[in-house]
């Protein structure tokens, strides 16, 4: 989506980071280099935290980012939980700053799914159907229990001119998103290929996840 901005504007689009908890837009922002967001610590205290156990995470490790406020009057707040899943890396940046960066925002550990052990986020699978041509940018992911392991369906909304009766192109266009797909989870997924405004639209918040699994029946 930025190339796709960048390309059309001639412009640089730099990612900026802010919760309205904290100070909205002006926690942290990439410089021209585009290797992290700087964190701007003389107004912010940055801490990834392992959000089951609140165990402070070291450089590089991924998990809840924390941010105490230590200039904000009126509100301020200590250790705050955003539930933004990031990284911190406190090496100096090639623009010259020395402000820790932090990677840009993976997913969140409220939308966080454990598949077989793996912290899954339907942002990682988002992604990848956002650079499919033939996919729409709506899917729907089903995790099963299947005796005692957990499998994941991920049904994707195919572009009706790319929707045919052609078995083996969709074979073939099947095989390339579960590739894709497996390849940023790390554990096997299955692929299910449905036509075009088939799956349920809702207002407000799609319902990107239903948790079939014993005791959870839940959706997101």
């Known amino acids: 989506m930025r190339k796709s901005i960048e390309e059309k504007m001639n412009i640089d689009a730099l990612d900026i980071y802010g919760l309205s908890e904290i100070i909205g837009p002006g926690v942290a922002a990439e410089c021209l280099e585009k290797n992290g967001l700087h964190v701007f ?19 590089g490790e991924k998990g809840e980012l924390v941010l105490t406020s230590i200039t904000k009057e009126a509100f301020p707040l200590i250790r705050y939980r955003t539930r933004d899943v990031t990284s911190l890396n406190p090496e100096p940046c090639a623009c010259g700053r020395t402000q820790v960066r932090m990677a840009r925002i993976s ?63 969709l074979e073939t266009l099947q095989r390339r998103i579960k590739n894709e797909i497996e390849s940023v989870l790390g554990i096997g997924t299955r692929v299910k290929l449905v036509e075009p405004r088939t799956l349920a639209r809702s207002e407000g918040k799609a319902k990107r996840v239903i948790d079939e699994r014993p005791g959870r029946g839940e959706t997101h």
């Open 41 to 59: 610590e003389d107004h912010f205290i940055p801490e990834i935290i392992d959000p089951a156990t609140g165990e402070v995470l070291g450089p």
């Open 107 to 169: 997913g969140r550990t409220d939308d966080m799914l454990i598949i077989r052990r793996v912290n899954v986020f339907p942002s990682q699978i988002e992604s990848v159907l956002m650079g499919i041509e033939e996919a729409e940018p709506h899917y729907q992911l089903i995790v099963h229990k299947e005796g005692s392991l957990d499998t994941l369906e991920v049904q994707v909304e195919v572009l009706e001119r790319f929707f045919s009766d052609e078995i083996k192109q």
